[in-house]
C-alpha cells in the first residue's frame, strides 16, 4: 500500500546495483505525454483507465515495452526491481520475462499516512480522507490480492529506515541466491540429459 516503505527499499537497492523500475513513474509519464497535472487524483484516474483500457497487466506490460529495449540496447544485466506492484495480473505479465519474487511491505495506516506526508509529493494526499480514497482505489485493482499472495512480508511498523533497508536485502539476497542455486541445477541436469542422448 501506498507509504510503506516500498521505495526506500526499491532506493536501497539501486544504490546496491540493482536496476530500478517504478510503476509509479510509468504512470507519471504517461501523464505527461497527456499533459495531465501530476495530482494524485488524476495520477490515480490514469492509472484505472490504462487498466480499463489495456488490462489488469498494463502497467507491467508498459514496464516490459522499456526492459525489453534496455535489453536489446545492452543496457541492462542482472536483478530488476519493479516497484509498485498493483496486481497479480502484472507479476503474471513479468514472469514472461524471467523469475519474480514478490517482497509486500505492510505498514499501519497511520504509519503510512506518515510517510506519504514527509515524501511531499505531488501526488500524495495531504488530508487524511484524501489518503482514504486512495487507499481504496489501489485496493479496486488488486493489491490486497498481491500482498497476500507475496513470497514474503516485511512489516515496517517499528522499524528504523537501515532495519527496512537491510531486512528487505536479506530477504532479496537469499531469493538471488536460491534461483542463481535452482538454475545452476537446471543446467547440470540438462548437461546430463544431453551425455545420455
Not at 59 to 84: F, R, T
Not at 141 to 159: F, M, P, Q
Amino acid at each position: 500500500m501506498p507509504g510503506a516503505g516500498k521505495s526506500t527499499v526499491a532506493n536501497s537497492l539501486k544504490e546496491r546495483g540493482f536496476l530500478v523500475i517504478t510503476m509509479g513513474d510509468i504512470v507519471r509519464e504517461e501523464a505527461r505525454q497527456q499533459n495531465l497535472e501530476m495530482t494524485d487524483e488524476n495520477l490515480g484516474n490514469l492509472m484505472l483507465k490504462l487498466r480499463n483500457d489495456l488490462g489488469p497487466g498494463a502497467i507491467a506490460h508498459l514496464i516490459l515495452k522499456n526492459v525489453e529495449k534496455e535489453i536489446v540496447d545492452g543496457d541492462i544485466s542482472g536483478n530488476i526491481v519493479i516497484d509498485g506492484i498493483r496486481s497479480i495480473a502484472e507479476v503474471e505479465v513479468l514472469k514472461t520475462i524471467g523469475h519474480v519474487k514478490l517482497l509486500a511491505i505492510h505498514a499501519a495506516t497511520t504509519t503510512r499516512f506518515g510517510h506519504l506526508k514527509e515524501r511531499a509529493r505531488s501526488d500524495a494526499p495531504m488530508i487524511r480522507d484524501n489518503f482514504i480514497i486512495r487507499d481504496k482505489r489501489e485496493l479496486t485493482v488488486g493489491i490486497s490480492e498481491a500482498i497476500a499472495l507475496a513470497d514474503e512480508t516485511l512489516s515496517n511498523n517499528n522499524l528504523t529506515i537501515e532495519e527496512l533497508k537491510e531486512k528487505a536485502f536479506e530477504i532479496i539476497r537469499k531469493w538471488i541466491i536460491e534461483i542463481n542455486n535452482n538454475s545452476n541445477s537446471n543446467n547440470s541436469n540438462m548437461r546430463k540429459l544431453q551425455r545420455r542422448n
